[in-house]
C-alpha cells in the first residue's frame, strides 16, 4: 500500500522572504496555506529562473481561479478560499504551449 502525498503548503510570496518551495524537488501535492485545497503536483513542477517555484498545471481544473490580468497573464487564486497564489503567464513553460504558473 502507497503512502498518501505529502502535503506542500502554497501560498503567494514576496522577494523579501524567499520562498522555501522553489528548489524542492521531492514527491508531493502543493496545497493552500489558508485552506488547504490541493492546487499542484509536484510531477507538474519544473526549474525556473522565477524566484517562486514554477508549475504546468493545476492539480484539478478547479484548483485555481483566474483572472486576466493583460494579454498572455493570469492572477491566480486559491479555486477554494481565493487566497493569492500569483500568476499564469501562457506559452511561458517549460515546452511549447506550456504555461507557467
Known amino acids: ?15 523579501s522572504r524567499g520562498e522555501i518551495y522553489k528548489d524542492h524537488f521531492k514527491t508531493g501535492m502543493y496545497v493552500c ?6 492546487l499542484f503536483a509536484s510531477k507538474s513542477k519544473y526549474e525556473h529562473s522565477s524566484p517562486w517555484p514554477a508549475f504546468t498545471e493545476p492539480i ?3 484548483s485555481v481561479s483566474k483572472q ?3 494579454l498572455g497573464a493570469y492572477k491566480v487564486q486559491c479555486g477554494k478560499c481565493g487566497n493569492g497564489l500569483g500568476h499564469e503567464f501562457v506559452n511561458d513553460g517549460p515546452k511549447r ?3 507557467r504558473f
Do not use: I, Q, T
Open 33 to 38: 496555506v489558508k485552506c488547504g485545497y490541493e
Open 1 to 15: 500500500m502507497s503512502k498518501p502525498a505529502k502535503k506542500l503548503p502554497m501560498s503567494f510570496c514576496s522577494f
Open 68 to 70: 486576466e490580468e493583460r
Open 60 to 62: 484539478h481544473e478547479n
Open 97 to 99: 504551449g506550456l504555461s
